[in-house]
């Protein structure tokens, strides 16, 4: 069967049910059962936990008709027969029918279990239920019954026709009919596929430990189909029509493989235009062409279906149930007449399930009546008329007020009403204008009028072509292989591009009046054979300008300052050492030589380039890697629909090739961890610490600084509030009750107490702000400017910039000298805060910005920068010498 061809398939399975068929099997992957895979029926042998042949072959066919069920194409079809256990088929029927006296028929013990048809989840389940027989199958017999369940199937020539026989060859069987089989699959096309359980690869000799029934089989089966494929051979060249054997335990590795889907995309006609018919039709060129999808993005398994727990239908669950008959009292099962199979009998399993469709309700969205009463209450207050004789005039007499407010009070309150349904056609679209919402007709906008074809914009070179941008699906475009003189043009403008180096940009319109696309056209010219070449396109969908994201970051190599300086060496530069040792990292984590790369020229040793074995498979290969999270939903469905009880037998592991890369070679990890270590020694690579969240402060409306003094606590008679010390005067919060307030009167004995204190109550203040945009406040910068240094965020730039303002505005500001001091102080606080945290140009900037400021002549405290030399280094420009050593940690 090719394996690129969607569908058109006809395959039949002819499974050995014989009683050797029971012994315990050999799995090929050595891994538990719950890890090999889902088995079934009576072929798991529950008592030690392993599967049986029998078993080993139902999750071989089950596996492989698992995609075929998944597609849901009607052209690929399959048939299940078994040989070994009961009589069911057509051809002994009609043998017996001639011969009524024939004792021994050849066909017997055949079944045609499942007819050959669409593949589906029932055809599974009723390979799942093969019983082992009693008898030993002939094969042969069953090939014949095989060939005639093929040979009543409609299906054209172009269908790909195959039989796969699985036996273990431990049964003796009647040969004679071999010729005659082997005349009936060359004559009908029919491909035979032989998968012995327990065989010996072709290639090796029979190994003579195997019983005689084995060996025998074993023999006749690579004689027959050595044969059979040197008469084939002689009537055609097709290798999907020769015969094969192999091994079951490889077949059953493979079909245990996570399965990619990939099929050739069906062809479709279109016109390639180059210059516009409408405006010179005389140099317009169109070229019919054909194009088809290159590749499709890959979804996991949607939810097609919902299935509704049959509480109701657990009572008349009867063979021969019929919908409506007086015995079935249930009302779901009778409201199900859709669900009947073809001789009236009722469908359960259709009629508890359904398809999932989207529905979509439309309704009114009422506003929050707590919304609506605050809005209008606030509305009310700003109209409300400021005289209280108008007031009283408006509102009416005491009396009629009060009249109004009982039959306020007796009338009942509206019933909130149900939501109001909206039908889709009395739905308008609407467009957002700032606050605005304006409504558009769904004719408003006329659709584009577009027409169906590919219509060439221009070309640019190839080499010019970002790499980036071709991340979409692609899709080929073919030359017209029934439009000769459309295959010379196309031809000779891909040879054209290609001697040119360039691409076409294209715009294209799949139908009329449908939106365009802007993409890219890249020529490719393939040579199968000697003499032969074939001329194809990639098209690309391009991006928008908004759909590309460009993220700069600074040179690594290069360092400026804020002033536009160029510095060579700086701790943010990395050093020749650094560098050697990151190009000695990236090469030990290269993958190709740990595949094994090229081998190495030897002294004196020629090594031919162009074998293959000077060039071993990598580590990693895109197209034999998987999407873990897609097939791991396959494998759970898979195992879901053949498992009757999930928590007994639950989903097992994932198939080792799903996680193979999920971690890097052990090799490659040593070989790199020298490297590593060496490399954070000389970055000066450390853990960064947990930061640790202060305290949230709790929003009151005094400082710390600020409150009242307890009485209590100051004139203790134990003296404890004297060795206290500060923490008697920690009242952040709400005054003592026994406190006595401002204005209030003094209790009794307590006169001299409150004269001597001489306690003065501080009202309660609001603390000032700072100024839009900045962080600190003019009051107290000095401590803003270390809570925020200290506090979490990289605001170190930012604070000393505030601080520098608050600074010239402080000094500035200030009546004589009063502000020199703290402005001193907020200085030496910046330039160190620029040594620790990197800001040296920031600080530097600065300092030469204010001495301008400060020079100024319009500036009335010109004596302050005195005071700024004469606070020395504390306050001086930052060299490079003393940024070198704060970076370095030295003192």
């Known amino acids: 069967m090719p394996s690129d061809r969607a569908g058109y398939t006809v395959v039949v399975f002819a499974i050995d049910v014989s009683p050797s068929m029971g012994d315990e099997g050999v799995d090929p992957d050595k891994r538990d059962d719950a890890e090999a895979g889902e088995g079934g029926g009576n072929g798991k042998d529950k008592a030690k936990g392993r599967k049986t042949k029998l078993g080993l072959v139902q999750e071989y066919v089950a596996r492989v008709l698992e995609p075929k069920i998944s597609s849901g194409r009607k052209t690929e079809v399959a048939g299940i027969l078994s040989f070994g256990g009961r009589t069911n088929n057509q051809a002994n029927q009609a043998y017996i029918k001639a011969n009524p006296d024939e004792e021994d028929p050849p066909y017997a013990n055949v079944s045609c279990d499942v007819a050959i048809q669409t593949a589906k989840p029932k055809t599974v389940e009723e390979v799942m239920n ?23 199937h409609k299906h054209t020539k172009s269908w790909s026709l195959e039989v796969v026989l699985l036996t273990d060859g431990e049964s003796e069987f009647e040969q004679g009919e071999y010729e005659e089989c082997m005349a009936r699959f060359e004559q009908l096309g029919v491909k035979l596929t032989v998968l012995g359980v327990g065989f010996d690869a072709p290639e090796n000799s029979v190994d003579k430990s195997k019983s005689k029934p084995k060996r025998l089989s074993e023999k006749f089966w690579r004689t027959f189909t050595k044969l059979l494929h040197e008469e084939v051979s002689k009537t055609t060249t097709s290798e999907e029509l020769l015969p094969e054997i192999g091994t079951f335990e490889t077949e059953l590795t493979r079909a245990r493989l996570p399965k990619p889907i990939a099929v050739n995309g069906t062809l479709a006609g279109i016109d390639l235009f180059i210059g516009s018919p409408d405006i010179n039709p005389e140099e317009a060129i169109s070229i019919p062409v054909k194009y088809s999808k290159a590749t499709m993005r890959a979804r996991p398994p949607t939810l097609s279906k919902a299935w509704k727990p049959a509480m109701d239908l657990q009572a008349p669950l009867l063979p ?23 001789d009236g009998q009722a469908d359960l399993a ?69 939501e109001e349904s909206v039908a889709k056609e009395d739905i308008v679209k609407a467009w957002r204008f700032g606050s605005t919402w304006v409504p558009m007709e769904a004719d408003t906008f006329e659709p584009l009028n577009t027409k169906k074809g590919i219509e060439v914009l221009g070309f640019f070179p190839r080499a010019n072509l970002k790499r980036h941008h071709l991340m979409g699906e692609v899709r080929f475009v073919w030359p017209d292989l029934g439009n000769p003189k ?23 319109v799949i139908k009329d009046q449908s939106e365009p696309v802007i993409g890219i056209c890249v020529p490719e010219q393939d040579f199968p054979d000697a003499g032969k070449r074939l001329d194809f396109m990639f098209w690309i969908k391009l991006p928008f300008a908004e759909d590309e994201h460009n993220f700069w970051f600074p040179s690594l190599e290069t360092y400026k300052t804020a002033s536009g300086k160029v510095l060579k060496e700086h701790p943010l530069l990395p050093t020749e050492e650094q560098c050697e040792l990151m190009d000695q990292f990236v090469a030990a984590m290269d993958l190709d030589e740990y595949a094994g790369g090229m081998k190495v020229k030897q002294e004196g040793e020629d090594v031919d380039m162009e074998e293959e074995d000077n060039f071993p498979a990598p580590w990693y290969e895109a197209i ?23 928590d007994a037998d639950p989903l097992g592991p994932p198939h080792p090739e799903l996680t193979k890369y999920f971690q890097p070679p052990q090799a490659l990890v040593g070989k790199a961890e020298g490297v590593v270590g060496r490399l954070k020694e000389s970055l000066g690579v450390k853990k960064v610490p947990a930061k640790v969240r ?48 401002k204005g209030a009167a003094p209790a009794a004995g307590e006169d001299e107490d409150m004269e001597s204190a001489q306690i003065s109550q501080k009202p309660k203040t609001t603390p000032a702000k700072p100024k839009r945009g900045r962080l600190i406040r003019n009051e107290n910068p000095l401590d ?64 030469e910005e204010l001495e301008k400021f400060v020079k100024d002549s319009n500036f009335k405290h010109k004596d302050f920068w005195k005071a700024v030399e004469e606070a020395g280094n504390d306050v001086a420009h930052i060299t490079p010498e003393e940024e070198e050593a704060a970076l370095t940690g030295e003192d």
């Open 486 to 508: 459309g295959q010379v043009q196309f031809s000779s403008l891909v040879t054209a591009l290609v001697l040119r180096e360039m691409v076409a940009v294209v715009r294209w």
């Open 694 to 741: 202060a305290a949230k402060r709790a929003k009151e409306g005094l400082r710390e600084d600020e409150g009242y003094i307890d009485i209590d606590d100051l004139f203790d008679d134990d003296g404890e509030a004297n060795d206290a010390g500060p923490s008697a005067q920690k009242g952040k919060g709400k005054a003592d009750p026994s406190t006595p307030q």
């Open 350 to 418: 259709a009629m508890i399930s359904s398809d999932v469709k989207a529905y979509s309700t439309y309704v009114v969205k009422k506003p929050d009546p707590a919304a609506l009463a605050a809005e209008a209450s606030q509305a009310q207050s700003s109209q409300r008329m400021p005289s209280q004789a108008a007031a009283a005039q408006r509102r009416g007499s005491p009396d009629e007020v009060e009249a109004a407010e009982e039959e306020a009070e007796e009338k009942p309150e509206p019933e909130e009403e149900e």
């Open 130 to 152: 093969l019983q082992l027989g009693d008898v030993e199958g002939n094969p042969v017999s069953a090939l014949m019954v095989a060939l005639d369940m093929i040979h009543v």
């Open 784 to 847: 803003d400017f270390t809570r925020l240094v200290n506090g979490e965020g990289d605001v170190f730039r930012k604070a000393i910039q505030d601080l520098g303002a608050v600074v010239k505005e402080n000094v500035e500001a200030s009546f004589s000298k009063q502000a020199f001091p703290l402005a001193v102080e907020c200085l030496k606080a910046m330039r160190e805060t620029a040594l620790v945290y990197e800001e040296v140009e920031t600080y530097n900037a600065y300092i």
């Open 624 to 646: 034999q890697s998987y999407n873990p999270a897609i097939h791991r939903i396959k494998e759970a469905i898979f195992h879901a629909s053949l498992t009757y009880d999930l």
């Open 320 to 342: 021969k149930a019929r919908v409506g008959d007086a015995s079935l009292s249930s009302q779901l099962l009778s409201s199900f007449g859709q669900g009947r199979t073809g």
